[in-house]
């Protein structure tokens, strides 16, 4: 059946989620840690040329730098794997899928992460909380020595979108049952795609560009924040149900602004 399941007699109605993994659901950028572990200096002023240039697709900077720029010549797995254990994650990223499964008997929501990031830095990062089949990130080829030498596959611009349409035909989910969230330049591409196919975008920046774009903007440094559109856009949920919603999981919602951007703070109720 597609976009649901039977169980017990009841139809339960499958989304997929996908999210962007640095600045999304993270504080900070792989590549600046890998940066710090290898004390390589001027990390956002080489990332910056690049994108002044145009010289590669967004979001594929470090990669770029990977395989061309000396200095990161030295970079082998294991620095990889090192910078994602560095990389601080948003507040309750952990609880994020249970989270979701909780708030509806009727919806059941599959989570994965695309990332043009190193995928064995995301995976490090998430180690425990998104199982590794569930992330797609850039995959690389390395010589005898250890040394990256090519690209397998990257997920960079329009490749998100191509990631996420094989996930769609594998999980049989019409793309109407698709919600991504995002938070810059590079998420352009599978933004405009979800949104033409009536999905639900959600940046949790306020890019300019990907301002005009996402459905809706969501700043928290809270990782749970993104199930508010969720609950509004898709169980049609008021912000009463929203913040009873919260506090049954012992969270309360300390500030909201509803504006076109939602600005909220949450903290762990006394």
């Given at each position: 059946?597609?976009?649901?399941?039977?169980?017990?007699?009841?139809?339960?109605?499958?989304?997929?989620?996908?999210?962007?993994?640095?600045?999304?659901?993270?504080?900070?950028?792989?590549?600046?840690?890998?940066?710090?572990?290898?004390?390589?200096?001027?990390?956002?002023?080489?990332?910056?040329?690049?994108?002044?240039?145009?010289?590669?697709?967004?979001?594929?900077?470090?990669?770029y730098l990977l395989l061309h720029d000396p200095e990161f010549r030295k970079v082998r797995s294991e620095h990889l794997?090192?910078?994602?254990?560095?990389?601080?994650?948003?507040?309750?990223?952990?609880?994020?899928?249970?989270?979701?499964?909780?708030?509806?008997?009727?919806?059941?929501?599959?989570?994965?992460?695309?990332?043009?990031?190193?995928?064995?830095?995301?995976?490090?990062?998430?180690?425990?909380?998104?199982?590794?089949?569930?992330?797609?990130?850039?995959?690389?080829?390395?010589?005898?020595?250890?040394?990256?030498?090519?690209?397998?596959?990257?997920?960079?611009?329009?490749?998100?979108?191509?990631?996420?349409?094989?996930?769609?035909?594998?999980?049989?989910?019409?793309?109407?049952?698709?919600?991504?969230?995002?938070?810059?330049?590079?998420?352009?591409?599978?933004?405009?795609?979800?949104?033409?196919?009536?999905?639900?975008?959600?940046?949790?920046?306020?890019?300019?560009?990907?301002k005009e774009v996402a459905e809706r903007i969501i700043m928290s440094s809270d990782a749970i924040s993104v199930t508010?559109p969720i609950l509004e856009e898709i169980l049609r949920k008021s912000p009463r149900d929203i913040r009873e919603i919260?506090?049954?999981?012992?969270?309360?919602?300390?500030?909201?602004?509803?504006?076109?951007?939602?600005?909220?703070?949450?903290?762990?109720?006394?």
């Open positions: 059946m597609k976009n649901g399941i039977v169980n017990n007699g009841k139809t339960t109605r499958r989304y997929l989620l996908a999210s962007d993994f640095d600045q999304t659901l993270s504080f900070n950028d792989t590549g600046v840690e890998l940066c710090k572990i290898l004390n390589i200096n001027g990390f956002e002023e080489k990332v910056a040329g690049l994108a002044h240039q145009h010289f590669v697709q967004e979001g594929a900077e470090l990669t794997m090192e910078a994602g254990k560095r990389v601080r994650l948003k507040n309750n990223v952990g609880i994020l899928q249970r989270f979701l499964n909780d708030i509806s008997e009727e919806c059941q929501f599959l989570f994965y992460v695309i990332s043009a990031g190193p995928e064995e830095a995301v995976v490090s990062a998430l180690e425990g909380i998104v199982p590794p089949q569930n992330i797609f990130g850039t995959r690389y080829e390395y010589n005898a020595s250890g040394e990256i030498q090519a690209v397998k596959h990257s997920p960079a611009g329009y490749g998100k979108v191509t990631v996420l349409k094989q996930l769609q035909t594998e999980l049989n989910i019409g793309y109407n049952r698709i919600i991504y969230v995002g938070d810059g330049s590079s998420d352009i591409h599978v933004m405009l795609h979800v949104n033409r196919q009536e999905g639900l975008t959600i940046a949790v920046s306020e890019n300019k560009i990907i508010i919260f506090e049954s999981w012992g969270f309360k919602i300390q500030e909201w602004e509803k504006l076109k951007t939602d600005s909220l703070e949450i903290r762990a109720d006394q």
